[in-house]
């Protein structure tokens, strides 16, 4: 066999995949979702009465080998020809199977090769047939040099493997974690939304590839270890998957953990697994079905599991589940055999990341102005949150962001505070007029964009109308430390400005009000006039006043000045007046095209690259990567202009190249 993909060296490596990767584009992939959930719910409904059943036998090892060979095009007596021989290429590679075995082996994968070989031959005849085994032919014929004979044959192989049992262990593995921690698997079957986010949480805490053997190409330097040329490697991913520096608390099963897909099973780089987003489509469907049908499974207490003894795969060869099917939920309502949830293909999208919240009281704070106080269903304790911090909350179809108020000791409950906006899109009128106290939503985060560094002498709080939430909260911390902060907050008139009694209570002695309707103006200019490098200066309110504050602190030493913003106007691209640029992701060695009309974020999910993103408006930072070569057109509001000027990082959900070409870290 030739080296495949996952194993062989630049320069044929990238070569090779860039002919090949096609049809694992997140748009080329969604032809196979229904197909995939035909297969799912026949091998569902084989079981679905049985009440025990051993689910590696009797659906996991067979689906994922069923999608791989239909990916691969294969079909009719083919598909049985080739099921048998998988096992044994695995053995052969990662185990260490012993003299008998390896012979036994070494008969199993040369049968393989032939069976390929066969197959191979067959599809030669028919070079316009489905699937990628077909499309890597038909790239054989266009590139003979670079997708060799040989090389078709071995990938043939080398694929079925890589797609089938990694995504049989991952499934295994997967619902043996949700099972044994019943309040995860509880939440998703209340929560459908949270199963990408639940597939990638599994993924981390139990992928089914643990480690991966790499030789060094070079002399190179790890934190201050020497790793020499030609040095094997064993690179532990299950241990980089639970690193505590990493991800919070990393033993803990947290299905809203917001950089769950930092995780590494499927590795990083020019080598991430292609094959990455069939393997997350397959373990969502078959979350998405057992948790539908079958809520109320069980694992079989007390039973063994065994693995395959080898250094790099890892799922049980067996796993015993068990229910009562007098309690299917489809006996009594057959109609939920017609739902099911379309997830999109691809990582997970943060806004899937969702809570379920009631709202348990409304009260009318000011003119037009309403404080909801928000709990989950069961009054569970919520997480923690710091000043600053906001949440997105889903309502009747209105997807808004809210800073949180209130105290962040309160453990089951938030609460947050909304103007009615008649000149909006309709999220605030429409909160106002219609929610009640029972109304259910749902809410993303919290997540802190604007957090209060602690160890400033002074501060200068500054909020317009509104923008009162989340400085209040700051107001209320600097108290509590015991700081020195002075308050300015301007609104309209005295009725309409939120949480004036509370803050004179409270801030009395460091608060400065600006009533429009007496005369009272905020000069921005005055407020920070004497501004010295001890302080720090937060605020929050519309855009005109932030940019003119933005203006007056461009000089400002780094770190002084910190805004929040909740919309950036000038996100919104208009493909006339922007071109086309090349991206190259320097670590993925692969060149991405920016049409006009396209952010480079989106660029890079459309070819189906993990890039971390939130807001997509420029005001978040969570899309930052370091730039190595190129100019920059800054467009986010993150980056101070000190930032912007050393040309090494960009916002990729906003910012552009100036040129034809900009080179970045990724
Ligand atoms: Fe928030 Fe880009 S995703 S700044």
Redesign the pocket.
Known sequence: MSRTLVNEDEPAHMKRRRVLMDSFNPENLEQHQDSVRKLTRQYMDRLIDKGKVDLVAEMFWEIPLMVALHFLGVSGEDIDRLREFSVAHTVNTWGRPSPDEQLSVAHSVGKFWQAAGRIIKKMNANPDGPGWMHHTIRQHKLYPEIVTESYLHSMMMAILVAAHETTSNAAANAIRLLLTHRKAWQEICENPNLIPNAVEECLRIEGSVVAWRRRATRDTQIHGVDIPADARLLIVLASANHDERQFENPDEVDLYRENTTDHLTFGYGSHQCMGKNIARMELRIFLEEFTRRLPHLEIVPDQEFSYLPNTSFRGPSSLWVQWDPKLNPERSDPALLKKHHHFQIGSPSKDEITRRIEVTEVHNECDDVVRLVLKTPNSQTLPKWSPGSHIDLIIDGFNRKYSLCGSPSRKTSYEIVILKEPQGKGGSVHIHDKVKIGQLAQIVGPKNHFRLDESAAEYILIAGGIGITPIIAMADRLKLLGKKYIIHYAGKSKSSMAMREKLMLNHAGHLKMYSKQDGERLSLNVTTRDVNEGQQVYACGPERLLDELETIGADWPENMLHMERFSSQNSALNPDDEHEFNVMLKDSDIIVRVKADQTILDALLSIGIDAP???????????EVPVLDGKIDHR?H?LTNKEKNSLDRM????SRAKGSDIVIAM
């Not at 993103?613 to 899309?623: F, L, S, V």
């Open positions: 993103h939130d807001c997509k408006e420029g005001i978040c930072g969570t899309c986010d993150v916002m990729t959900c906003c």
